[in-house]
């Protein structure tokens, strides 16, 4: 049998970590040729991710520009995709969730008859709107996927409903869990000029005593007024908590995002506001946490490994699981509801042992195992 060549292709932080497993676990087989491709829709925060994993890709698009919008990452990802494709040929691309490079990467290979396998397919919130492109991007995806790895039954669940045929469909947890166990125990320590140090360390070097919250805040929906609700409702929980907090914000580099943050926040010493971290520190940091505030979707799945209660910024989430099985709240982007929810979980002990003793639906570190499995197995019977 002829190599397998599979071209594994991302464009930013998330989907780097999530799968970066797969391609660790592609590179163990001989019998697959592995070819990695970004498109760097996300410069920075990719390529620390990157360098973590050890992973140097065989081709880079570098589309990124100041300012773009999601029509111009789709136009220049197919644009630098077509020429690629054609080159090599592989036998599967692989796509990770829903980005907008995700949906344009599987539209380019489509458009060739090139395979395509979505890994974490199936998630779903039922509103197009929420989050956005999110939705639109992993409903396209999955639409013109030949196999789907999905990361748990719910999400299978709504593949069947879609007309998806179950052989197509793949239940492999979620790879972030593989990412994050392998990182998980590396040795990490801050330089004493970096803003967390002072967060996590006193002048003696132990920890300190106050209560660390995490919070990240970059979802599309939430530019605007839903980001100052969120802000604003920070510096509530601030003021009224009994205890004493301090709030580590590593701020998204978009400056709808920035903006906020720093004009609304940036002058409370309680607030640390800090870089996008690379993946290392931020585990670290989860670790450390009391409690995370997010709007983001893979924190919701890796938080509760660590035994860390999750309250979304959102008013919907694509991962039920979590809420489901006690480890996650969904708590809105509205002042009020995020400040009463945040103070009752850190005055409520029953409340958050609750949360933070909930098993995590998400996976049990072996997903890319079962990914790169099922490859094999389709290459076998073809």
């Not at 069947?160 to 972030?176: Q, S």
């Not at 593989?178 to 040795?187: E, H, M, Q, T, W």
């Not at 004009?263 to 607030?271: Q, R």
Request: glycine share 6%; aromatic share 4%.
């Amino acid at each position: 049998m002829k190599p397998l060549k599979v071209l594994s292709v991302f464009g930013t932080r998330p989907e780097a970590i999530k799968m970066a497993p797969v391609i660790q676990e592609l590179r163990n087989h001989s019998e697959i040729t592995s070819l990695t491709c970004v498109t760097a829709q996300h410069r920075e925060m990719l390529d620390q991710v990157l360098s973590l994993f050890d992973i140097i890709p065989e081709y880079d698009l570098n589309i990124m520009r100041p300012g773009q919008t999601p029509n111009e990452v789709v136009s220049r990802v197919i644009d630098g995709l077509e020429p690629l494709l054609n080159q090599i040929r592989p036998d599967w691309i692989l796509v990770q969730g829903d980005t907008t490079t995700v949906m344009a990467a599987a539209i380019a290979a489509r458009h060739l008859k090139i395979k395509i396998g979505h890994v974490e397919a199936g998630l779903r919130t039922g509103d197009m709107n929420n989050p956005f492109p999110e939705e639109m991007n992993r409903i396209i995806a999955d639409a013109i996927s030949d196999l789907h790895f999905v990361p748990t039954s719910h999400a299978r669940a709504n593949l069947l409903r879609e007309g998806v045929g179950d052989e197509k469909i793949v239940v492999t947890g979620n790879t972030v869990i593989d990412a994050l166990l392998s990182v998980g125990n590396l040795p990490w320590m801050p330089t004493t000029d970096n803003p967390i140090y002072r967060v996590l360390n006193d002048h003696n070097g132990s920890l300190s005593s106050s209560k660390l919250i995490l919070v990240t805040m970059h979802r599309r929906e939430n530019f605007g007024e839903p980001l100052q609700n969120i802000c604003l409702a920070l510096r509530d929980i601030s003021q009224k908590s009994a205890d004493l907090l301090r709030f580590i914000i590593p701020v998204h580099l978009n400056p709808n995002v920035r903006d906020s943050i720093h004009n609304l926040l940036g002058n409370d010493p309680n607030f640390i506001l800090v870089p996008p971290m690379d993946y290392l520190s931020l585990v670290n940091v989860m670790k450390r946490s009391t409690l995370i505030l997010t709007d983001s979707g893979g924190i919701q799945e890796e938080a509760p490994s660590l035994g860390i209660p999750v309250l979304v910024l959102r008013k919907a989430t694509e991962r039920p699981e979590g809420v489901e099985a006690g480890t996650v709240r969904v708590v809105g982007v509205e002042r009020p509801a995020i400040v009463e929810q945040t103070l009752e979980l850190l005055s409520n002990k029953d409340a958050y042992t609750a949360m933070a003793q909930a098993v995590n639906p998400y996976g049990d570190g072996h997903a890319a195992e079962r990914i790169v499995a099922r490859l094999l197995k389709e290459a076998g019977n073809e």
